[in-house]
C-alpha cells in the first residue's frame, strides 16, 4: 500500500498535548491522519464527573487544535460511545490504524476500551497503544517495577511533529459545554489556565521560582497553594507528560547541584525541596500502577476483611455537614469551602478531610471519595482510591493515621490567616480558640459578639470519643488472622519493594 494513501487515526484521551506524543508522531510519519476527541456521555454523566473538569479539558482542547492547525493538521470531536463513533469514523475515513496513549482510568473506560479493542479486532483495525506515566499493562508483580519506571522516564523524548499530514475531510461536533452533558456549571474560582503552555509555564515557575519552600510549605493550605508544583491537572489531564516533568526536574537539579559545588551559596533548601517533588513524581505512577493491576481499587476495599465496616449509618446529617463546612471543626470546614470554591487542596489537607470523614463521622470511603472526585481538578482515579483506602485504613498494610483537625490548625495554619478566609463567621474569635471556638466562655462570647452554635455549629463530635472508637473498630477488624492474611497478599501484590534500612533498637 503507497504510504501516502493510508490513513492513520489518533485518538486522544487524557493525553491532551502534542509535545512528547508517540501515538502523534508515528501517525504522522506513517502517512495521513486525522485527530479525534470523543465526548463520551457515559463517562461524563458518571457519579465522578464535574463540569470543572470538562471545563480544564475543553481548553486543553483549545489549545491542541490550534497547534494541529498549525501543522497543517485538524482535531475533529465527536459524540458517543467510543466504539460506536470509531465505526461510523471509519466508513467515512477508511483508517486502518489507531494511535493512542494507554489508559488508567475508572471502570468506565476500562470497559470502554474493551469494547474499543473487541470492535477494532473485528474490523481488522490495528490499534497501537502506547505507555505513559510509567505504567505497565500487564505487569505480574512489582518487583523490578521502579527500574520499569525510571527506564520510561529517562527515554528520549520523543521528538515534536513538524508537519502533519491531513485526511479527508470530516464533520467535527465542536468543543461541548458541560450543560450539554447535564453537568450543572461549576462554580469554581481561581481556576489554573488549561493547556500544553500553561503545563509548561506552572513547572518552569515552581522549579526556578516557587519550589524553593516546597519541602517546608508543601502541608499548609496557604502556603503550599503556591510552593506546590500544581501541576496535578496538567498530568492528570496530559497536557504535559510524565517524562517532560521528570527530565525537566532532573536538568534543574542538577544544575543547582553544579552551582552548589561551585560555591553558589544558600541553594541547599533547593535541592532538599526538589528531592522531596522527585519522590512524589514517583509516588505518582506507584498508585497508578495499582489500580492498572487491580482495578477492583475503585470500589473494594485492598482488604476485603474491612468490606462492610462503614455500612451501618454514621450520625444523621454527617455526610452533608462534612460537604458544606460545617461540621464545628473549623480546619475541616475551611478545607471542604476552599475545595468547593477552587477545585485544589495541599495534600495533607487532602489526607485530613478524608481521615475526618473517614474516623470521625464512620462514612463509607466510596461516599466521600466520590464527592471529592468531582470537587478535585486533577482527579486521577489511581491516585484518588488508594488514597481514600490508605487515609480510611482498610490497606491492611499502612499505618493508621487519624488527624486531630485542632493540631493540624496549630501546625499548618499557626496565624489562622486560611481558616479565616473561608470560615468568614470566625472573624471575630480570638486566635487562641480559632481551631475551637466551642471552647469560648459566655463572657467570651459576649465579648467577641460570636454565640457557638448560632453564628458557628458545636461539634458534630466529639475528637475523643469519635477517635477511640474508630480505633477499636479498625483494629478489631486489623487483628484478625483473615486481615493478616490478607494484608500479606497484598503487600506482596502492590508493596512498593522499597528497601528500608534496619533501625537500631530503642531502649
Known sequence: MNQDSVCSLVWF???????????????????????????EPEILGADDAD???????????GELQAQLRSLGGELITRTGFAHEVLAALHQELRFDRIYSHQETGNKLTYDRDRRVAAWARSNQIEWHQYRQQGVVRGLKDRDGWAALWNRDMSAAQT????????????????IQSPQVFGLAPSGKSHQPLPGERAAHDTLRSF????????????SSPEAGATSCSRLSPYLAYGAISMRTVYQTYRERIEQLRDAKREGVPHLSQWIRSLSSFNKRLHWNGHFI??????????????VRAFEGLRDQPSGEGFFEAWVEGRTGFPMVDACMRSLAATGWLNFRMRAMVVSFASYHLWLPWRQTGLYLARQFL???????????????????????RIYSPTKQAADQDPHGTFIRRWVPELETVPLRRLAQPHMLDMIEQSETSFRIGIDYPIPIVDHAEAVAQAKQRIFAVRRTTTAKEQAARVLERHGSRRRTPKRRRSR
Request: net charge negative; proline share 6%.
Open 378 to 400: 486533577d482527579y486521577e482515579p489511581g491516585i484518588h482510591y488508594n488514597q481514600l483506602q490508605m487515609q480510611s485504613g482498610v490497606t491492611g498494610i499502612n499505618a493508621v
Open 289 to 302: 500502577q495499582r489500580l492498572e493491576s487491580d482495578p477492583s481499587i475503585e470500589f473494594h476495599s485492598l
Open 159 to 174: 521528538p515534536s511533529v513538524e508537519r502533519i499530514q491531513p485526511g479527508p475531510q470530516v464533520e467535527s461536533h465542536g
Open 13 to 39: 484521551k487524557r493525553d491532551l498535548r502534542w509535545q512528547d506524543h508517540q501515538p502523534l508522531f508515528d501517525a504522522a510519519q506513517r502517512g495521513t491522519c486525522v485527530a479525534l476527541y470523543i465526548y
Open 207 to 218: 522549579l526556578h521560582q516557587r519550589g524553593e519552600d516546597y519541602q517546608r510549605a508543601m
Open 51 to 61: 463540569a470543572s473538569h470538562l471545563e480544564f479539558i475543553n481548553g486543553c482542547l
